[in-house]
């Protein structure tokens, strides 16, 4: 099958690779979709540290090819979208409630029982989040699949895997934004756009999109954004002062991942408001808050990691919004790829040409 490898930092490219079958509570998926993500580009150039060669992609969808032993309740036929995060319902946080933080397997690039499936001349090849999706087909365990209707088109259904739960979760999970309240969403990609439709579906008032780029901007506008700023002519937190009668936002997100960001996101968030940190910076990179500022103003500021997800609850949730017209996934698809053409797709990802670029099979 053809997969995108990467070999070595900064280099990938389309490689044939071999797949060994299902073992113990694995199962086969014959991809039908695989969204392009900015932590695909992270384990590329080496921001998230993963051991090379592997296979990216852990953004997908797509069909249930062949049932590993053990494995109850999937089979052959279903169509399931994929979980970067597998949960077991057993540890210690699926116990507390928060199973994106489930500790069945710390990802390393191996399948949980510590092997792999994906071989290339008979060496073995890691996949990024037991998926390693970006690829004809995985296999990958059977806690990371969530079973949806047949009837919802596996592309659009793909997003839900990542990008857009990571930003409907963050504002109706992690922040709970309430109805009439103002939101200020920084950076205006896949996850962003879905942090405002999130934004959106919970009932702000006033959602500021905040850009460098005209085309995000536009975009956002078009995903429930009521002002926009461009952030490479207007100062960020004075133009949400101006648009809340000088009191800044009740919800302030941060979805790229810079540290200047996130303290400006900080800033745009009135006294007593919710700052919620969701794009994942660098692990060499510190945010200095000021020590003073951060009791006396009162802010919340919390991370949000994959929308606070319980997959099999929030997956389907999200997809009957989907065909209920309420979320809007039609428009964040705006260029597909083959996986002959994933590395264009990473390029064009660089370039910020994409709400989502998806790979089809
Ligand atoms: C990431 C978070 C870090 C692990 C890989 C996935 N989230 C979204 O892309
Ligand atoms: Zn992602």
Partial sequence: MKALVVQSLDKYSVEEVTLDPPQAGEVKIKMAATGVCHSDLSVINGTLPLPLPLVVGHEGAGVVEEVGPG???????????????????????????????????????????????????????????????????????????????????????ALVGCGVMTGVGAAINTAGVTPGSTVAVYGCGGVGLSIIQGARLAGADRIIALDLADNKLEMARSFGATDVVNTSKDNGPMACKELTDGHGVDYAFEAVGIPQLMLETNASARR??????????KLTDQVPFNALMLSMEGKRVMGSFYGDTNPQHDF??????????????????????????????????????????????
Wanted: net charge negative.
């Fill in 71 to 157: 494995v109850i309740g999937i089979e052959k036929g279903d169509h399931v979208v994929l979980s970067f995060v597998p949960v077991c319902g057993e540890c210690f946080h699926c116990n507390q409630k928060e199973p994106q933080f489930c500790r069945v397997g710390a990802p390393n690039g191996r399948m949980l029982d510590g092997t792999a499936r994906v071989k290339q001349d008979g060496n073995d090849l890691g996949v990024m989040q037991f998926l390693g999706c970006m690829a004809e087909y995985a296999v990958v365990p059977a806690i990371s699949c969530v079973k949806i209707a047949k009837d919802i088109p596996l592309d659009k259904a």
């Fill in 272 to 281: 007593g408001g919710n700052v919620i940190i969701v794009g994942v910076g």
């Fill in 316 to 361: 389907p949730m999200l997809l009957s919004l989907y065909q209920r017209g309420k979320l809007n996934l039609d428009d964040m698809v705006t260029n597909t790829y083959s996986i002959s053409e994933a590395p264009q797709a990473i390029e064009d990802m660089i370039k910020g040409v994409n709400a989502r670029g998806v790979i089809l099979y």
